[in-house]
């Protein structure tokens, strides 16, 4: 049973575009999400994080979007550059847990 | 450079034969986790540890054993490999609970 998951395996957008990565899960009780970037031959690399007290939270080019309602969130990324391919995991947890679910990521590809 | 150090990076082991994992952080982090990467399911939690001197289990944590006698090393164990055990190895650390972490790059292992 996948508690967090990612619809969309892949993603293509053009260079200067926004990109939006979704994100779904169902525990009701996760209160602590973020977004982290793979590329290949390397360990993730943490983005941006969300607690469930806002509904945004806003870094550089990147945002994310919690609507707790749906247990949706998203990640915005604009404008979207080449470097920004890469496979981009959500993950949630529980607060004062250190337990963190991870969905099973989109791969981005941004096209010059 | 501060990280996460894990080796080897990559191994071909033999069904039934014992291995360890070794990850170190110079962060001074109080929490270590392992975890595993499989194609289409994301990153599953072994286990993890909150501080030194405590272990918990995670999603996936049969046939795994980890220590943690001390604050840098977070050592995983596989006492006998099963080709089921193949996969990517990622090391992680955190200051704590709901907290961003930081991974190393992954041991590759093939259980022949």
């Known amino acids: 049973d996948q508690q967090v998951k990612q619809n969309s395996p892949s993603l293509s957008v053009q260079e200067g575009r926004i990109s939006i990565l979704n994100c779904d899960y169902t525990?009701?009780?996760?209160?602590?999400f973020l977004w982290y970037k793979k590329y290949p031959a390397e360990g993730p690399t943490f983005l941006i994080s969300?607690?469930?007290?806002?509904d945004k939270n806003e870094d550089g080019r990147f945002t994310v979007f919690l609507n707790k309602s749906a247990k949706h969130l998203s990640l915005h990324i604009v404008p979207s550059q080449p470097g920004d391919s890469a496979v981009y995991f959500c993950?949630?947890?529980?607060?004062?847990?250190?337990?963190?679910?991870f969905g099973t990521g989109t791969r981005l590809k941004v096209l010059a | 450079i501060a990280g996460i150090t894990q080796a080897p990076t990559s191994q071909i082991l033999a069904a039934g034969r014992r291995m360890t994992l070794r990850c170190t952080q110079d962060?001074?982090?109080?929490?270590m986790y392992w975890y595993r990467q499989d194609l289409g399911l994301g990153l599953r939690l072994i286990h993890y540890?909150?501080?030194?001197?405590?272990?918990g289990k995670g999603e996936v944590p049969d046939g795994y054993s980890v220590s943690r006698a001390n604050t840098d090393d977070f050592p995983l164990t596989l006492a006998s490999a099963v080709p089921s055990q193949t996969s990517v190895y990622f090391c992680?650390?955190?200051?704590?609970?709901?907290?961003?972490?930081?991974f190393g790059d992954g041991t590759r292992l093939s259980i022949l």
């Open positions: 993950a949630a947890s529980t607060s004062g847990t250190y337990k963190y679910i």
């Open positions: 962060m001074r982090h109080n929490a």
């Open positions: 992680a650390s955190s200051w704590g609970a709901n907290q961003p972490q930081h």
């Open positions: 540890s909150n501080t030194a001197g405590t272990t």
């Open positions: 969300i607690s469930s007290i806002k």
């Open positions: 525990n009701s009780m996760f209160d602590y």
